[in-house]
């Protein structure tokens, strides 16, 4: 499995990568795997302000329904607009072409309470 060292991680198994104030946000290729064939992405907060651990959306594999949760707090500003006719991009490419939404932080400082990918690969037993 793929942990990119650049990037933060939640023990929700949610990604981010920061680029200024602004962030992208996916799920991890532990989370993908362990969900499965991933088949619909709703995102729930378009435009809207979401507070660090508050869900924004929801993932719905062939075995199951997560929901996803804010690693920060921010305003969703995009959605990824492959997904809706290429959900499996998640699968396929977690940190890449499969990421979720855009965010504008609100507090760069909830970073710092985020996981490296070394402390992320301890959680998940790696």
């Known amino acids: ?4 060292a650049g990037l933060k991680y ?3 198994h949610e990604w981010i990568k920061v680029d200024g104030s602004d962030a992208y946000i996916g799920i991890t ?3 993908q795997r362990e969900l499965g064939d991933i088949v619909y992405i709703d ?4 435009g809207k302000e979401v507070g660090k651990d508050e869900v924004f959306g929801t993932v719905e594999a062939v075995k199951t329904v997560s929901d996803l949760f804010m690693p920060v707090a ?11 006719k290429q ?3 998640v699968n396929s490419d977690p940190y890449g072409e499969g990421w979720m939404v855009k965010a504008t932080l609100t507090n760069a400082s909830d970073i710092d309470s985020l996981l490296s990918a070394e402390s992320y690969q301890s959680l998940i037993g790696v």
């Open 1 to 4: 499995m793929d942990f990119p």
């Open 74 to 84: 921010g305003t969703i500003t995009e959605i990824n607009p492959a997904l809706d």
């Open 29 to 31: 290729e532990f989370a």
């Open 87 to 89: 959900p499996e991009l």
């Open 10 to 12: 939640t023990k929700d």
């Open 43 to 46: 995102i729930i907060a378009l």
